[in-house]
């Protein structure tokens, strides 16, 4: 493990995780997962139309407490938390930085347990998703090279 710090880059949809081994060590792209799901209109991931209920005046059809998009992006925030709590069971990383639009940011948060939390050192409501390593790294240099 020694001094590797986990960077995750993530949107509702994809999500990079890279790793630094240390101050000039760069940025290396160790996964890279997809989560279609969210790119996908509310009414494509729906089968049916929401029921209607008897004796509601005026109200017409029930809607769903949440939409199938942001259902999507809260099953993909718990699949990428379980990735860095198993990267912090296995001792894989000291540290971690999280980047994320704050919409993404929020169901992250939600979703890691409490030690892997309190590894995370730096937290960037960015969307860094479609940035070269490059320029993720220039961005976050200040916390990446303590």
């Known amino acids: 493990m020694a001094q590797t ?7 509702a949809s994809l999500a990079k995780f890279y790793a630094n081994a240390g101050p000039n060590k760069g940025l290396a792209l160790m996964k890279e997962i997809r989560h279609p799901e969210s790119r996908q209109k509310n009414s494509d991931l729906v089968t049916d139309r929401p029921g209607s209920m008897a004796g509601t005046a005026g109200r017409g059809a029930m809607s769903p407490q949440t939409q199938p998009k942001e259902h999507e992006a809260r099953v993909f925030a718990q699949e990428l938390a379980r ?10 990383y000291k540290r971690a930085i999280l980047v994320a639009p704050p919409a993404m940011m929020g169901l992250l948060n939600d979703s890691l347990d409490s030690a892997t939390s309190t590894m995370v050192t730096d937290r960037f409501e960015k969307d860094y998703t479609k940035v ?3 320029q993720i790294a220039s961005q976050l240099e200040g916390c990446i090279y303590l």
Request: neutral net charge; proline residues 0%; glycine residues 10%.
């Open 5 to 11: 710090t986990w960077i995750l880059v993530a949107n």
């Open 83 to 92: 990735e860095l709590n198993d990267g912090r069971n296995g001792n894989r």
């Open 132 to 134: 070269s390593e490059k």
